[in-house]
């Protein structure tokens, strides 16, 4: 099938769009990237989707609207990189969005109860005829999961060595870890879980920091600048969240936008200068992501694959170098899978599996009671088609 998968992440910087060509099934699936796009958003939407994150600046109303009109962006990114492809919509058999998270409810004792993706599929599904997934973490959460990461799943399917553990390090606006065995082991279980607060504690900061002339940290040159406070990354790390055992998620709920302002606000109590922050909390992004695995890794890792923006801050990927010793640290391009569209052709594949009627997640990487198919269908154009094509095949 040619699926398109859409992703926009934590960060809310843009939707990452793929095209993909998904075949088997678990066991022997493969999946290969046809074409891929970053489609960033205009500064005005974005700062409409983290102001929708935030309970205490949002209303129903606002976020009623957003969902429409990211929807009709996401359609449009579809049909753009059809068009660039040399592609029809008609050559298209699925979609299937992620949407974009604007709550992630976690308990006090570490439940999920709720998560909150906006994005209408009956817009994409209109604007574009094909046949859309899209909601996917719902079902796992009323299987008593965690509904996250989504990843993990596609990191088992895909990315186990033949010999050794690996870990799967995603760093995105939080980090999240698949830690997995090898094909060689047939007892042991993966683990997945989030590890922390990835970029967007460094994000908020960069941009409040610069009085918004950057929304990031560019290769880490602020950092690069600046002196880890070890004193105040002590502090950091006392955040309940880390000693917390998995399944477990987080995200801008805990380490969003009120979160930086109060340790910006913090860390200029302890007389910290705008490097210093940046450099202690690009600190606190390596460091949470070692103690994770000091932890909770279930046995020696001998390889760490990095992915997300983070992987492109020099300073994070030397500090993650030092602290993960002896393991290799690698990117996915240098095992075969494009980092920068990795995300949306997880989507791409959950749509293929919920359309083949088959779950897409492990009890053990998410914490539910069972395995679940994912997703809700929305029929497009082709739908009956589609339909009589999955019969006769």
Same mark, same amino acid.
Request: charge should be negative; include cysteine.
């Given at each position: 099938?040619?699926?398109i998968?859409?992703?926009?992440?934590?960060?809310?910087?843009?939707?990452d769009?793929?095209?993909?060509e998904?075949?088997?099934?678990?066991?022997?699936?493969?999946?290969?990237?046809?074409?891929g796009?970053?489609?960033?958003?205009?500064p005005?939407?974005r700062?409409?989707i983290?102001?929708?994150?935030?309970?205490?600046e949002?209303?129903v109303?606002?976020?009623?609207a957003?969902?429409v009109?990211?929807?009709?962006?996401f359609?449009?990114?579809?049909?753009?990189?059809?068009?660039?492809?040399? !592609?029809?919509?008609e050559?298209i058999?699925?979609?299937g969005?992620?949407g974009?998270?604007?709550?992630?409810?976690?308990?006090?004792?570490? +439940?999920?109860?709720?998560?909150?993706?906006?994005v209408?599929?009956?817009?994409?599904?209109?604007?574009? *005829?094909?046949t859309?997934?899209?909601?996917f973490?719902?079902?796992?959460?009323a299987? *008593?999961?965690? *509904?996250a990461?989504?990843t993990?799943?596609?990191?088992?399917?895909?990315?186990?060595?033949? %010999?050794?553990?690996?870990?799967?390090q995603?760093?995105?606006?939080?980090?999240?870890?698949?830690?997995?065995?090898? !094909?060689a082991d047939?007892t042991?279980?993966?683990?997945?879980f989030?590890t922390?607060?990835?970029?967007?504690l460094?994000?908020i900061?960069?941009?409040q920091?610069?009085?918004?002339?950057?929304?990031?940290d560019?290769?880490?040159?602020?950092?690069?600048?600046?002196?880890?406070?070890?004193?105040?990354l002590?502090?950091?790390?006392?955040?309940?969240y880390?000693?917390?055992?998995y399944?477990k998620?987080?995200?801008?709920e805990?380490?969003?936008?009120?979160?930086?302002?109060?340790?910006?606000? +913090?860390?200029? %109590?302890?007389? !910290?200068?705008?490097?210093?922050?940046?450099?202690?909390?690009?600190?606190l992004?390596?460091?949470? $992501?070692?103690?994770?695995?000091?932890?909770?890794?279930?046995?020696?890792?001998?390889?760490v694959?990095?992915? *997300?923006?983070?992987?492109?801050?020099?300073? $994070?990927?030397?500090?993650?170098? %030092?602290?993960?010793?002896?393991?290799?640290?690698l990117?996915h391009?240098?095992?075969?899978?494009?980092s920068?569209?990795?995300?949306?052709?997880?989507?791409?594949?959950?749509?293929?599996e919920?359309?083949?009627?088959?779950?897409a997640t492990?009890?053990?990487?998410?914490?539910?009671?069972?395995?679940t198919?994912?997703?809700? $269908?929305?029929?497009?154009d082709?739908y009956?088609?589609?339909?009589r094509?999955?019969w006769?095949?």
């Open positions: 099938m040619i699926i998968g859409l992703m926009s992440g934590t960060s809310a910087d843009g939707v769009v793929a095209i993909c998904i075949n088997g099934q678990p066991g022997a699936i493969t999946a290969t990237l046809l074409h796009a970053t489609f960033q958003y205009a005005a939407l700062q409409r983290l102001k929708c994150c935030d309970p205490t949002s209303s109303e606002e976020i009623a957003l969902n009109d990211l929807a009709a962006v359609a449009d990114s579809a049909l753009e990189i059809i068009q660039q492809a040399g !592609l029809t919509a050559q058999d699925l979609v969005s992620h974009q998270t604007l709550w992630h409810n976690v308990t006090a004792s570490g +439940e999920v109860s709720a998560s909150f993706q906006v209408e599929a009956s817009v994409i599904a209109e604007r574009t *005829g094909i859309t997934v899209s909601n973490r719902a079902r796992d959460i299987a *008593g999961g965690q *509904g990461p989504l993990s799943y596609v990191d088992w399917l895909l990315l186990r060595h033949p %010999e050794h553990w690996r870990a799967i995603n760093i995105g606006g939080m980090g999240n870890v698949t830690f997995l065995p090898p !094909l047939d042991s279980d993966p683990i997945a989030d922390g607060p990835g970029n967007a460094l994000d900061a960069a941009a920091l610069t009085d918004g002339a950057w929304t990031y560019h290769d880490g040159q602020l950092a690069r600048q600046g002196r880890v406070n070890e004193e105040w002590d502090e950091l790390l006392s955040h309940p880390y000693s917390r055992g399944p998620t987080t995200g801008r805990t380490f969003g936008t009120a979160a930086a302002l109060r340790l910006l606000s +913090e860390a200029r %109590e302890h007389g !910290l200068d705008g490097n210093e922050i940046i450099a202690t909390l690009t600190a992004t390596a460091t949470n $992501i070692a103690d994770a695995y000091n932890r909770f890794a279930p046995a020696p890792v001998q390889e694959i990095l992915g *997300g923006g983070g992987r492109h801050n020099p300073v $994070i990927v030397g500090m993650l170098r %030092e602290l993960l010793a002896p393991a290799r640290v990117i391009e240098d095992i075969g899978m494009n920068d569209f990795k995300e949306a052709l997880v989507f791409a594949i959950l749509a293929h919920t359309w083949e009627g088959r779950p492990l009890p053990a990487l998410t914490g539910a009671l069972k395995p198919v994912l997703g809700q $269908i929305t029929p497009g082709n009956a088609a589609l339909l094509q999955t006769t095949s």
